[in-house]
């Protein structure tokens, strides 16, 4: 039976500063955007330039960030924030729901879509491949942090995370950082080295997102303060996966008709 290393949360202190893991991580995708970013924009016929790159990552970034953390309170928890509204701004006790970000990513581009006079779609899809290096190295600072912890198992992988108790767990994290980290930006970028109608690579990456989301969540301990939402085995993260599913396989039937 493994036990999970309870690794120091603080990457790096530097007197009164302290860095840590879970923010290294932020660091690590939105430079992965950026170089990306920048050398996809740089390939013939790119429908934008390395620097609006630039902006692409910070005002994304702050989607991000403000979205994701009106997600989880929205989400994940309402009762908290309703009956202590401040409560949103308490950040250090963690809280962000990446579906929230995406809606908060999504205003971004449909801002910078208008600014640009371009297809909102268009950017979309630039955009799109660029978005599981974050997802990823999110989920291996969850991981480092020892939260967000899997299911009890008896499989000989399971982990004992001593934060939650003394039984062993799926290693939910690491099962989620493959899937929505290496496999969706794997496939993503495969599927975008030959010309796609527009909307197809969005498509694609909300479809898989939202599969891989939903399945993974088996193996995920639900949210101690929703439990199951529904059926007694639906969470809240699979709830609101499967729009994205639905939209992502609307959009890409949508995509491949508008071409035809």
Same mark, same amino acid.
């Given at each position: 039976?493994?036990?999970h290393?309870?690794?120091?949360?603080?990457?790096?202190?530097?007197?009164?500063?302290?860095i840590?893991?879970?923010?290294?991580?932020?660091?690590?995708?939105?430079?992965?955007?950026?170089?990306?970013?920048?050398?996809?924009?740089?390939q013939?016929?790119?429908?934008?330039?390395?620097?609006?790159?630039?902006?692409?990552?910070?005002?994304?970034?702050?989607?991000?960030?403000?979205?994701?953390?009106?997600?989880?309170?929205?989400?994940?928890?309402?009762?908290?924030?309703?009956?202590?509204?401040?409560?949103?701004?308490?950040?250090?006790?963690?809280?962000?729901?990446?579906?929230?970000?995406?809606?908060?990513?999504?205003?971004?581009?449909?801002?910078?879509?208008?600014?640009?006079?371009?297809?909102?779609?268009?950017?979309?899809?630039?955009?799109?491949?660029?978005?599981?290096?974050?997802?990823?190295?999110?989920? +291996?600072?969850?991981?480092?942090?020892?939260?967000?912890?899997?299911?009890?198992?008896?499989?000989?992988?399971?982990?004992?995370?001593?934060? %939650?108790?003394?039984?062993?767990?799926?290693?939910?994290?690491?099962?989620?950082?493959?899937?929505?980290?290496?496999?969706?930006? $794997?496939?993503?970028? +495969?599927? +975008?080295?030959?010309?796609?109608? $527009?909307? %197809?690579?969005? @498509?694609?990456?909300? %479809?898989?997102?939202g599969?891989?989301?939903?399945?993974?969540?088996?193996?995920?301990?639900?949210?101690?303060?929703?439990?199951?939402v529904?059926?007694?085995?639906? $969470?809240?993260?699979?709830?609101?996966?499967?729009p994205?599913i639905?939209? @992502?396989?609307?959009?890409?039937?949508?995509?491949?008709?508008?071409? %035809?």
């Amino acid at each position: 039976m493994l036990t999970h290393p309870q690794f120091d949360p603080v990457a790096l202190s530097i007197g009164p500063l302290k860095i840590h893991w879970y923010g290294l991580m932020y660091v690590i995708g939105f430079l992965g955007f950026l170089m990306l970013g920048k050398q996809r924009a740089r390939q013939p016929g790119s429908l934008f330039k390395p620097d609006q790159v630039d902006d692409m990552m910070f005002w994304g970034a702050l989607g991000v960030v403000l979205g994701g953390r009106v997600g989880y309170m929205f989400f994940y928890n309402f009762k908290s924030f309703l009956s202590d509204p401040l409560s949103f701004f308490q950040v250090w006790d963690g809280g962000m729901s990446f579906h929230g970000g995406l809606l908060g990513v999504t205003l971004v581009m449909f801002l910078l879509a208008r600014k640009w006079k371009i297809n909102v779609l268009s950017l979309a899809d630039f955009v799109a491949p660029l978005i599981p290096i974050g997802l990823g190295a999110g989920r +291996i600072g969850n991981f480092i942090n020892g939260e967000l912890w899997g299911r009890t198992t008896d499989v000989s992988w399971g982990m004992v995370f001593p934060q %939650a108790d003394s039984l062993p767990r799926h290693p939910s994290q690491l099962y989620q950082a493959f899937f929505e980290g290496l496999v969706l930006f $794997t496939v993503l970028w +495969i599927f +975008i080295r030959q010309p796609r109608p $527009t909307g %197809a690579v969005t @498509g694609l990456f909300l %479809a898989l997102y939202g599969s891989f989301r939903f399945f993974t969540e088996f193996f995920r301990e639900p949210d101690i303060q929703l439990k199951f939402v529904a059926f007694d085995w639906l $969470t809240q993260g699979q709830l609101l996966s499967i729009p994205m599913i639905l939209a @992502g396989l609307g959009l890409i039937v949508w995509a491949y008709k508008q071409r %035809a």
